[in-house]
């Protein structure tokens, strides 16, 4: 076969001016939009990795603030517990006293109810006793006991201290008069010897008046002025009746 160098040099002709062809009118325009494509996969690849990066900043700082609010909720936490346990000892403490306070309040009561009782129980004591002590000084009222008792009056009366007898003569302010009683009649020789010792005792005569006082039951009782000097049955039951009252 012979070969014909017009023809070939025409196809080389032919290719070569295809290759110009494609690469100008195809070449480039895909390497062109390869280009673009590329730069957009290349600025979206960018745009991932910033958003990735952006992601993880967040994140980062969702677990810092996580973090900080876990701190934060435990510091309230304790805080509150903290909190709680003092008002718990406040009201444990309040309660505490509102239960002394309770418990004194009711041991006053119980002391004054047991004061109360105690008081009754003496007066109704003291009256039975002074209810007693009058019955029977009543049976043992005798003319017989009086005589006694004067007598026990008139030994008291030998023995008053100095400084009483002053008092009553500083008391009769000049005034020779006294009243004595007695819950029966005296004789007469009782009278005279009652008179000798009150004027011997005071140092001056003394005009009496002699008085029956059945309710003196037995004894007698000497008034000069303000001042008096009882020794009966009735003055002891009124004696009696003062200690129980001041004792109550």
Do not use: C
């Not at 129980?121 to 004067?150: D, K, N």
């Not at 010897?193 to 005009?207: F, M, P, W």
């Not at 003196?216 to 004696?239: H, K, Y």
């Amino acid at each position: 076969m012979e070969l014909n160098w017009t023809t070939f040099a025409l196809e080389i002709i032919n290719f070569l001016v295809l290759l110009w062809i494609l690469k100008r009118f195809l070449y480039r325009p895909v390497m062109q939009i390869l280009a673009e494509r590329r730069a957009g996969i290349e600025r979206i690849l960018g745009e991932a990795r910033a958003t990735e990066a952006k992601a993880s900043a967040m994140r980062q700082q969702f677990e810092s603030r996580l973090a900080d609010w876990e701190q934060e909720k435990a510091a309230a936490r304790r805080r509150f517990e903290t909190e709680l346990d003092a008002e718990r000892d406040r009201q444990m403490e309040a309660l505490a006293k509102v239960l002394a306070s309770e418990r004194e309040r009711s041991a006053a009561q119980d002391a004054h109810r047991l004061e109360t009782q105690r008081r009754e129980l003496a007066v109704q004591a003291s009256t039975e006793a002074r209810q007693f002590a009058s019955t029977l000084f009543t049976r043992l009222a005798s003319p017989e006991l009086e005589g006694q008792l004067v007598q026990l009056f008139i030994e008291e009366l030998a023995v008053l201290p100095e400084e009483r007898l002053s008092a009553v003569r500083a008391g009769q302010n000049g005034h020779g008069q006294g009243i004595l009683s007695s819950a029966f009649e005296l004789s007469a020789e009782q009278r005279q010897h009652l008179s000798n010792v009150i004027d011997t005792r005071l140092g001056k005569a003394i005009a009496l008046d002699f008085v029956v006082a059945p309710n003196l039951l037995a004894g007698a009782r000497l008034a000069l002025g303000a001042w008096q000097l009882d020794f009966s049955l009735a003055g002891e039951l009124g004696i009696f009746s003062e200690a129980s009252t001041l004792g109550r």
